[in-house]
């Protein structure tokens, strides 16, 4: 019996130990199994945007988790390019460009401005570098709503054509299931960026910067380029999760990248764990998706309030973010294991 | 004569009112193991700090006979000074704490990375076996200070006489002409002080290198020294070998206060 448990937890350890792309795959199939769920009457119908948004934001902290985990950056203007990915995305799509080449024009021009903030935070640090990019928030926030391309109140985008030959329309509820296939797919295909990032020279240098910049320069690190590299890629997620929700929701509104936005990213973050990638995602899911996916059918307009005391409470008892519960779980599995192997040679000794 | 492969010619340095630093000059020679000694706040370190170009404000000149001939180092960036095949470690340990020890011996080969941001997000397969090349290298230089077993942990947590190993071994990732040393037996007990002066030796053994170190521990500097450079408020007191530095009454006035 012992033996046949100790073989079970041996193979579910060494999957989970196996090649990092598997993990992710299984994550990203298990994510886009959700709108079967409905198909069964497991979820709700209004539930689907709710997890989609988790997905698109998801993307977003994930940039931020670079930022701020990684780099010891911080940014309070990210809601700013999430925006700028969105309505990019919608001015050049009524521009009549094609829609891979309308994503990737915005991502480049976000990307330029993120340089700039990066050459720019060189001068100022910590509450400074916030403020500072608290106003650029503002300012792309205040380009939305007055200049004209934009559309005033906001861009509609309609139906989306990809690569040229398959159109696809949010409202029949069977394309926006399959549109929120596609957004999960490039969810997962930027976790696997990350984590390739976050584990290579660029990853390292970007954790020393923030760690000992004496160090880090001693060893040859420099602050520039890795804060230019920060801000850029943190810009590109951000963006990118705005060209998501152009392609999901298919219209961009000019008035929603507040700086409410920004905040929730960075709780998302700090509540689901610096510097881990499923964390980010678990932090979403905590962010939004608990208040309105569980506590609104409980509570109703004060969900809200529920949620933030639980936030609170993950804070006080995770401050490394809530992923350390799946940590600490892992941690107990391996003590099991530990047992059972030890029990075993005590038997056969 | 040799020529010297670091040469400090009239160096100064102010901080506000007070030199720190004043017009200290002295020279290294490739293959010797020198220190560097005076008492709390001699400046020892603020001639670090000029040396591997932390402050660039500097009077004087630092000259360096590195891996690409002799370079005046004010000319040279801070980040690059490792380029020149010169690396130090810091008085206050300065380690990534959440990165394993292999990963920190990996930032000191940051230079020698060839591959690019693209290479990573995709991880390619140049990415892949640079990583798997420099890992190796890294893996070799842990095996040689008998840390090879503790390679995935994190240094966070580690013990202090750890700490202070992995510092010295993230300098031998970039293959230095010269290593230079801030107190790196602080903190140690007499024990991994032996071990340290034995590793000091092999180091330069196996890797061809000169060490320039600073330290308070006057048995170990005597032990292990070559030729010993004191100084005292900044100044320039004596440079000579470790038994006739002890004997320099100079340098004992520094230590012991002055007979009145
Ligand atoms: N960045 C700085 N700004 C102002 N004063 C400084 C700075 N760095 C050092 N000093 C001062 O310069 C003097 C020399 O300091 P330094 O750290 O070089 O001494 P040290 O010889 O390394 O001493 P210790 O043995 O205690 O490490 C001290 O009086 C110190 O207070
Ligand atoms: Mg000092």
């Known amino acids: 019996m012992l033996t046949i448990l100790d073989n079970f937890t041996k193979r579910v350890h060494g999957f989970f130990q196996g090649h990092v792309y598997r993990n992710y795959l299984l994550f990203g199939a298990a994510v886009m199994m959700i709108p079967l ?18 997905v698109i934001i998801t993307v977003v902290a994930l940039g931020l988790n670079i930022l701020l985990g990684f780099s010891g950056l911080i940014s309070l ?72 391309i934009f559309g005033g109140q906001m861009i509609n985008i309609g139906a989306i054509r990809f690569l040229g030959f398959f159109t696809l329309n949010a409202n029949p509820p069977s394309e926006r299931r399959f549109l929120f296939v596609i957004i999960v797919a490039v969810m997962v295909l930027m976790m696997i960026a990350m984590h390739h990032l976050v584990h290579s020279k660029t990853g390292r240098a970007l954790l020393a910067m923030s760690r000992s910049q004496a160090a880090a320069q001693a060893m040859g690190v420099s602050i520039l380029s890795y804060r230019l590299i920060a801000f850029v890629t943190a810009t590109v997620f951000a963006t990118v999760g705005g060209v998501l929700y152009a392609v999901y929701i298919q219209n961009a509104p000019t008035t929603a990248w507040t700086l409410d936005l920004s905040l929730f990213v960075i709780a998302m973050v ?37 949620s933030g005391v639980l936030i609170i409470v993950v804070i006080l008892f995770y401050p490394y973010g809530a992923i350390q519960v799946f940590y600490d779980v892992r941690k107990w599995f391996h003590k099991g294991r530990l047992k059972l192997t030890t029990k075993r040679s005590d038997r056969s000794a | 004569m040799k020529t010297p ?37 001699a400046g020892k370190t603020t001639v670090f700090n000029c040396v591997t170009q932390f402050y660039k404000d500097y009077e004087g000149d630092v000259f360096f006979d590195g891996l690409k001939g002799k370079v005046d180092l004010r000319t040279i960036k801070v980040t690059d000074v490792i380029d020149q095949g010169l690396v130090r470690t810091f008085q206050n340990v300065e380690l990534i704490p959440d990165l394993s020890i292999m990963n920190n011996l990996l930032i000191g080969a940051h230079k020698q990375f060839k591959s690019r941001l693209i290479d990573h997000l995709f991880n390619t397969k140049k990415a892949r076996q640079e990583e798997a090349r420099l890992s190796e290298k890294a893996l070799e230089i842990l095996t040689f200070l008998k840390i090879d077993h503790l390679k995935d942990f994190y240094v966070k947590g580690q013990p202090y006489g750890i700490l202070k190993k992995i510092e010295i071994a993230r300098t031998l990732m970039s293959d230095p002409k010269l290593i230079i040393l801030d107190e790196p037996a602080a903190g140690l007990n007499d024990r991994e002080t032996d071990e340290l002066e034995a590793l000091i030796y092999q180091i330069r053994e196996k890797y061809q290198t000169t060490i320039l170190l600073i330290e308070h521990d006057m048995g170990f500097v005597m032990n292990i020294c070559d030729r010993v450079c004191a100084i005292s408020f900044g100044k320039f007191l004596a440079m000579d070998t470790p038994a006739k530095i002890q004997k320099n009454a100079l340098v004992q006035e520094a230590y012991l206060g002055k007979d009145d």
């Open chain 1, 37 to 54: 769920m409905h198909n069964f009457g497991i979820i709700g119908s209004g539930t689907l945007g709710i997890w989609a948004y988790i």
């Open chain 1, 77 to 148: 203007g990210t809601a700013g390019f999430v925006g700028a990915g969105a309505l990019g995305t919608g001015v050049f799509l009524n521009m009549g460009l094609p829609f891979e080449l309308a994503a990737l024009l915005t991502i480049l021009i976000a990307a330029a401005i993120g340089a700039l903030i990066g050459f720019f935070s060189l001068r100022v640090e910590g509450i400074y570098l916030a403020i500072a990019t608290l106003f650029v928030g503002e300012i792309l926030r205040q380009i939305y709503t007055q200049i004209e």
């Open chain 1, 270 to 306: 700090v509540v689901g764990g610096f510097k881990s990638i499923y964390g980010t995602f678990l932090g979403a899911f905590i962010i939004h998706g608990i208040p309105n996916l569980i506590l609104a059918e409980l509570f109703g307009d004060v969900s809200y309030i529920f």
């Open chain 2, 5 to 41: 492969l670091l040469e400090l010619n009239q160096i100064s340095m102010t901080f506000g009112g007070l030199k720190a630093v004043n017009d200290l000059s002295f020279s290294v020679f490739p293959g010797e193991i020198v220190g560097l000694i005076g008492p709390n706040g």
